[in-house]
């Protein structure tokens, strides 16, 4: 099997439609018992309030920072691109998480709210007084620094499940491969049947190992378009797509674009995704 380079999928899921879209974006990374935590902020440019969005594996949670009206969005992992309606001219904060970490929630698990959104502000009148609180804050270190004190605590689980064990293990082959691993492949390395692994992912995560690893190997892809000058048909090579055409249709299906216009999008706008 063929590896890749790149830096690890976990590490740096790619939105490019929110950082090209939007305006003052800002990203930082943390680590929270050894895992790493993705938080971004921007606000909504005045011209849109729709902002296209790509699989990536994971869940965010989007606080809306406007004083008068500050609530809160968990958005489940989606499985083809799309785009999601936020405030115009209002800043946003966000938290993502990992599989790893979802499935530890103390509220919804990952498998309930993938493809949907649930609205937060409706859960207590906890989650209302922490929405404030984050709007009325001024900068995102502000923010994050409230978020891992106030709220991590409050809706992630310390213990892990053996089941759990299992699809963490899966979860990393799957990320160090850039989502090239097979199923076969992927069975032999957790030392459990392909069946198995089919049953937990599906139980725990609500897709199919092997659409996650479509997911993660669409994101490796991106990765390579936006952060290198190979040219399409060598990012599909590398991916160990069967063909081209393949590989055309994984990128349509998950970004709404070809490659070649997501890398004139990112040109234009001279974005670059973060290392």
């Given at each position: 099997m063929q590896?890749?380079?790149?830096?690890?999928?976990?590490?740096?899921?790619?939105?490019?439609?929110?950082?090209m879209n939007a305006t003052n974006y800002v990203?930082?990374?943390?680590?929270?018992?050894?895992?790493?935590?993705?938080?971004?902020?921007?606000?909504?440019?005045?011209?849109?309030?729709?902002?296209?969005?790509?699989?990536?594996?994971?869940?965010?949670?989007?606080?809306?920072?406007?004083?008068?009206?500050?609530?809160?969005?968990?958005?489940?992992?989606?499985?083809?691109?799309?785009t999601i309606r936020l405030e115009p001219n209002t800043l946003y904060f966000c938290a993502r998480f990992t599989p790893v970490q979802s499935m530890n929630f103390h509220i919804l698990s990952f498998r309930e709210i993938v493809n949907t959104q649930v609205s937060l502000i409706d859960t207590s009148k906890e989650c209302v007084d922490i929405c404030s609180i984050i709007a009325n804050l001024h900068t995102i270190e502000e923010r994050i620094a409230y978020f891992e004190q106030s709220v991590l605590p409050r809706i992630l689980k310390t213990e892990y499940r053996s089941t759990s064990q299992v699809i963490n293990h899966a979860l990393q082959c799957i990320y160090r491969s850039g989502g090239g691993?097979?199923?076969?492949?992927?069975?032999?390395?957790?030392?459990?049947?392909?069946?198995?692994?089919r049953l937990l992912f599906e139980e725990h995560?609500?897709?199919?190992?092997?659409?996650?690893?479509?997911?993660?190997?669409?994101?490796t892809s991106l990765a390579f378009l936006l952060g290198s000058n190979t040219n399409v048909s060598e990012v599909a090579i590398q991916q160990n797509y069967f063909d081209q055409s393949h590989f055309l249709k994984d990128f349509r299906e998950f970004s709404l674009f070809t490659p070649q216009q997501v890398r004139k999008m990112s040109?234009?706008?001279q974005f670059q995704p973060a290392q």
């Open positions: 590896k890749t380079s790149i830096v690890t999928f976990n590490q740096s899921p790619i939105q490019y439609g929110i950082k990203e930082k990374h943390a680590h929270i018992n050894g895992q790493s935590m993705w938080y971004y902020q921007f606000t909504v440019a005045g011209q849109t309030d729709e902002l296209p969005i790509v699989p990536d594996g994971c869940l965010s949670v989007f606080y809306c920072c406007n004083p008068c009206s500050p609530h809160a969005i968990l958005y489940g992992s989606i499985l083809r691109g799309t691993i097979t199923i076969k492949e992927l069975s032999g390395e957790v030392g459990y049947s392909a069946r198995y692994l995560l609500g897709i199919s190992p092997k659409l996650f690893s479509r997911i993660i190997r669409f994101q040109e234009a706008r």
